[in-house]
């Protein structure tokens, strides 16, 4: 068998090797008001965010309905709802971002 890990043996202080965590926390940080945000970006944010969980629910759960339970064309089609959702957070992003080029540039 094998002998005892580094994690097995008693130390009489433990907290040297680890510090104090509660004491090692950076500062809070500023709560920002969802006023002070401005309405577009707070938007795309959001619907980033809609999308994202969308495209990682299909993209998890289709190959699994393909292969734990043979439904082929299910999770097939899940998959492509999956890649279709990332697709449109790319394009919102790349729209974001033209649209806020344009503004640093005018």
Not at 16 to 32: F, K, V
Not at 69 to 79: E, M, N, Q, S, Y
């Amino acid at each position: 068998m094998l002998g005892p890990g580094p994690d097995d043996l008693e130390e009489p202080n433990s907290g040297s090797r680890w510090g104090d965590p509660e004491h090692d926390l950076p500062p809070q940080a500023p709560s920002i008001d969802e006023a002070d945000v401005d309405d577009e970006i707070r938007m795309t944010f959001w619907r980033s965010v809609l999308l994202a969980n969308v495209a990682l629910f299909a993209l998890t759960v289709g190959p699994m309905l393909a292969y734990f339970r043979g439904r082929w064309t299910v999770g097939a089609v899940a998959v492509a709802l999956g890649v279709v959702m990332v697709l449109r957070i790319y394009q919102h992003y790349r729209a974001f971002e033209r649209r806020h080029d344009d503004e640093r540039n005018a």
